[in-house]
């Protein structure tokens, strides 16, 4: 008989990382329909602050499942965001 609780014992994960898998999946289908939003609508800018809240908001989840008091990682805001966006717009600016 495991020692190891019974979903770690199913899928060779802790519950911890499940959770933080679950966590970062569904910012990642998030982000990615208000990327393909922004992509039809460029003007729109409010998909740079969703995308920005929704970012900040998995982080913050996934610093509470390790139980950190403290941020222990990088959010983006709305410049780095709109890097990432800059190639979906049409007006897209190259720098060197």
């Known amino acids: 008989m495991s020692s190891l609780p019974p979903e770690e014992q199913r899928t060779g994960f802790s519950a911890c ?6 966590i970062t999946r569904g910012m990642g289908n998030a982000v990615i329909k208000l ?23 998995s982080v913050e989840a996934i610093e509470r499942v390790l139980g950190s008091s403290v941020r222990i990682s990088d959010r983006p805001d709305a410049a780095a965001v ?9 007006e897209t600016i190259y720098t060197t």
């Open 82 to 90: 709109k890097a990432w966006l800059a190639p979906l717009s049409r």
């Open 35 to 57: 990327m393909l939003a922004f992509e039809k609508e460029p003007e729109a800018l409010h998909y740079i602050d969703a995308i920005v809240a929704t970012n900040a908001a």
């Open 17 to 22: 990382t499940l959770v933080i898998l679950s």
